[in-house]
């Protein structure tokens, strides 16, 4: 045990100085708080490729290898988009719009939905076939959602304060928008406490935010656990943002002594300031049968695969459990592609921290588990037992299981598949759910109805529901109800660049299949193979154009990125 006195003076230095500045930012103009953000833009696009690399290199792979496309997508790209929607908005707030486009909410069915995405004509472009919808619980009204939206730029400002962020140990880009969200949609200043997993994105952090740190606006602060509840207990810290595990927030809630259920069931937290997180779960992916062809198979073998092997399964959002049809002719031929895509792809290695103890016990379990890419990924291809170490909590690695469900017809089976996922797997931040347009048309009304009793922040149809994530204008977080006493997946929304209050869920929708084949399965769209699958051949390069187009965009960048995302 180490019983070194902890040194808070640079802790206390960094809170000292973010207090005396909070006000300044609290009442920065907006005229300010854009050409901010357009200036960060120069500073993303001039460090992508070092950024990139920076991941790269400490999960142990050459910056040049295929496996660097997840680098360029959870990094450098996803920190541009997210300041492009921000400032998509602010700017029309600057010019005396409303945030929403009036058509953009409406009423359908008694319940209000908000377009969000795409919200521009480059998007249109960029993400043919691509849209997001978020959806208001019941009783909340278009008026409403209208008149709340950005609130604070619209006389209804946050007070001034100070904001800690608990950064993220898996994606690079993650710490750096919650900064962002705290700064902008809640005015608070920011000490960011850095993930020791990826302390080494600091100094690139440090370089991007520069003139925020320079206006006292900003600190970013290493350390481990005893830095952080340091931090979570510090009279100077007004709110706290946490992404990680629910573990993670219950030490911080209830600490990690012989009291802490105690004070779980007392409600007598030794933290009790505002307090929101995103801490996962074991994510879905359903699979509804239809009738598809040969290459619906191998791209959708490929999406799958995706979901769980991008960055190894170190991601809070990975599908940890593929949801298939028991009586469905597919599901073995779906399976066996799945098979094909694990076989080829490169080796690499597990890298967070646990990676191999978790994987052990999944290997414990399942002695029958297939192994693919020298040992680094596991398919469990047939769970029975509720009670599974697959289905009972986050694996957070390389390991997929399979369970089989009844159902004769899609509206028996997606009935059954969202049972199972609302009650029997643990957390509610997202789901992917995959159905070939003409199934959906012929039960657009089960459909309809499945996506609304799933109980997810995020729910992706025909698209990894991550993609939300990427997004910047789509909420981000868990589905609403969580208790600090029941964390789950977290409670609170991040990203969210329109700012909506009262928020169930958001909706991402993609093309079943890519062009020029979309146009024959019923989901017509300009989008080629995504460039963020695992598969795509192109797709680190693809990205890289897509980051310099976003952080400055234009007519004439438009055809290297085409010619890119075409021969991936």
Wanted: with cysteine; aromatic share 8%.
């Amino acid at each position: 045990m180490n019983n070194t006195p902890l040194d808070t003076a640079a802790l206390d230095h960094a809170l000292r100085e973010l207090r005396e500045n909070a006000a300044s930012w609290a009442a920065a103009p907006l005229a300010e708080r854009i050409g901010l953000l357009e200036r960060l833009m120069p500073g993303i696009r001039d460090g992508a490729a070092e950024l990139a690399a920076a991941g790269a290199h400490a999960k142990g792979y050459s910056p040049d290898s295929p496996w660097a496309t997840e680098d360029w997508a959870g990094g450098p790209w996803a920190l541009a988009q997210n300041v492009s929607a921000r400032l998509h908005v602010l700017r029309r707030i600057a010019a005396g719009q409303d945030p929403l486009p009036t058509r953009a909410v409406h009423e359908h069915g008694g319940r209000t939905r908000v377009d969000v995405f795409p919200a521009t004509g480059w998007d249109r472009l960029l993400l043919s076939g691509y849209s997001a919808q978020v959806r208001m619980p019941p009783g909340t009204t278009a008026e409403q959602v209208r008149e709340r939206a950005a609130g604070q730029y619209r006389g209804r400002p946050e007070p001034a304060g100070v904001a800690l962020v608990l950064g993220a140990g898996n994606v690079a880009a993650l710490t750096a928008v919650d900064i962002l969200h705290k700064l902008y949609a809640e005015s608070q200043v920011v000490v960011a406490k850095m993930n020791p997993v990826n302390a080494y994105l600091r100094p690139h952090f440090e370089r991007i935010f520069a003139e925020f740190t320079e206006r006292g606006w900003l600190r970013f602060v290493d350390g481990g656990p005893a830095e952080g509840a340091y931090l979570t207990t510090h009279d100077d810290v007004d709110s706290i943002h946490v992404t990680g595990s629910d573990r993670t927030h219950d030490a911080i809630t209830w600490g990690t002594d012989d009291r802490a259920e105690q004070r779980r069931r007392d409600d007598q937290p030794l933290v009790d300031k505002p307090f929101t997180s995103e801490l996962g779960g074991v994510s879905p992916c359903i699979v509804v049968p239809g009738k598809w062809s040969t290459a619906d198979f191998r791209f959708q073998a490929e999406h799958i695969v995706t979901s769980k092997m991008n960055n190894s399964g170190h991601n809070c959002i990975a599908s940890q459990v593929l949801v298939l049809p028991r009586s469905w002719a597919g599901t073995e031929r779906l399976l066996d592609e799945i098979r094909k895509v694990l076989c080829e792809l490169p080796a690499r290695s597990d890298y967070y921290p646990g990676a191999d103890r978790r994987l052990a016990a999944v290997r414990e379990a399942h002695p029958e588990a297939e192994s693919y890419g020298d040992g680094c990924r596991l398919l469990v291809p047939d769970i029975a037992d509720h009670d599974d170490v697959l289905l009972s909590g986050e694996v957070f690695a390389s390991a997929l299981g399979v369970v089989r469900l009844p159902g004769e017809t899609p509206a028996e089976f997606l009935g059954n598949a969202a049972d199972f996922a609302n009650d029997t797997l643990p957390g509610t931040l997202g789901a992917t759910l995959i159905i070939h347009p003409a199934t959906e048309r012929a039960h657009r009304a089960v459909v309809e109805a499945a996506i609304a009793d799933l109980r997810y922040g995020t729910l992706g149809v025909n698209c990894w529901s991550a993609v939300g994530f990427l997004l910047g204008y789509t909420p981000w977080g868990a589905y609403p109800g969580n208790t600090r006493q029941a964390i789950g997946s977290g409670i609170g929304f991040v990203n969210n660049a329109f700012m909506l209050e009262d928020v169930e869920k958001t909706v991402v929708r993609a093309p079943f299949a890519p062009a020029p084949r979309g146009l024959f399965t019923g989901s017509p769209s300009l989008s080629p193979r995504p460039p963020y699958f695992v598969t795509n051949r192109t797709g680190r390069t693809t990205l890289r154009r897509v980051t310099g187009f976003t952080t400055a965009p234009g007519i004439t960048r438009l055809p290297a990125v085409f010619a890119s995302a075409l021969r991936g």
